[in-house]
């Protein structure tokens, strides 16, 4: 059974930085798509970054481009997601996930939902003005 536990999360002061953290087991990561996601209050989830973990290409959102990265360590099966230059918008309810099927090529990930299949519980990020 694929289980993920994110980690990490917490409170910042605008313009500072925090690291996510996603240990995944029962089954490795390589050779599909993780991806974060977030959800605010009253808004929908929406894809920040992915990273196809076979080339380790990363794909990011526009709002965060720039400012996040996400990173993968194969030995650790662990995915993370490097926070700078927090903005107060960036607070959320921040999610990682795991593509049900490999991804057979070079090409970036979605951020999308669909094909994400494996979910973790979030960890809350609060960044304060």
């Known amino acids: 059974q694929v289980q993920l536990v994110e980690s990490g999360g917490g409170s910042a002061q605008a313009g500072g930085s925090l690291r996510l953290s996603c240990a995944i087991s029962g089954y490795t990561f390589s050779g599909y798509c993780m991806g974060w996601f977030r959800q605010a209050p009253g808004k929908a989830r929406e894809g920040v970054a992915s990273?196809?973990?076979?080339?380790?290409?990363?794909n990011y959102a526009d709002s965060v481009k720039g400012r996040f990265t996400i990173t993968q360590d194969s030995a650790r099966n662990t995915v993370y997601l490097e926070m700078n230059s927090l903005h107060p918008e960036d607070t959320a309810l921040y999610y990682c996930?795991?593509?049900?099927?490999?991804?057979?090529?070079?090409?970036?990930?979605?951020?999308?939902?669909?094909?994400?299949?494996?979910w973790g519980q979030g960890t809350q990020v609060t960044v304060s003005s």
């Open positions: 996930a795991r593509a049900r099927f490999i991804f057979r090529t070079p090409g970036s990930c979605s951020l999308s939902e669909p094909p994400y299949y494996f």
């Open positions: 990273i196809n973990t076979g080339t380790g290409s990363p």
